[in-house]
């Protein structure tokens, strides 16, 4: 990474919460109308999560027209929020409900609108409530190049959600939406 965050070397090492989706299934933390992975989303990225094993997970998302920046391409915020959502539900296997502290991207090689992408993503470990992670992305399909197009780190912090949320979660309240979407694994 050329950004001047750096990852310490003293990060203590995290286990798997024994309550996390178990590998190979699709991680579910967020309301159906989030923007990162709600299957409600009309306008979202609808990244869908994969836990993998100990403290790694997959992703997938289509590069749709909507999400163009420069002319036929993938726009870099857009790209920004799909890592948020990739690394910070991969922060999840670890039991900890996380907020985005610091993000970083290399965007390597323009993404094409209506590619595939396959993201690969790790917990690193953790300081205090600090957990640190990182994030690879791929376009999938048989003429892709093998190459990564960006690879992204993170910092995220552990929050207990129903403090951290109460102001705004009643202003958003849907009905039938219940507090322990919203809670630890």
């Known amino acids: ?35 990162g992975c709600g299957d409600d989303a009309i306008n979202g990225l609808h990244v869908a999560v994969t836990a993998g094993e100990g403290l790694t997970s997959t992703a997938t998302m289509t590069v749709r027209q909507w999400m163009e920046g420069g002319p036929g391409v993938i726009h870099g915020g857009v790209l920004s929020a799909a890592f948020d959502e ?58 892709a190049p093998t190459d990564p197009v960006a690879r992204s780190r993170a910092l995220f912090v552990g929050i207990d959600p129903r403090q951290h949320f109460s102001e705004h979660v009643a202003k958003a309240q849907r009905p039938g939406e219940h507090w322990s979407k919203y809670s630890s694994p």
């Open 86 to 143: 990739v690394m910070g539900t991969t922060a999840l296997l670890c039991g900890v409900p996380v907020v985005t502290g610091h993000l970083e991207i290399d965007f390597a090689k323009p993404i094409p609108i209506d590619s595939s992408l396959r993201f690969t993503a790790e917990i690193l470990g953790k300081q205090r409530r600090k957990i640190y992670t990182s994030a690879t992305a791929y376009i999938e399909g048989p003429d």
């Open 1 to 35: 990474m050329s950004g001047s965050f750096a990852v310490p070397e003293d990060l203590e090492p995290l286990t798997r919460h024994p309550k996390v989706s178990p590998p190979g299934q699709i991680m579910r933390y967020h309301h159906a109308l989030c923007y």
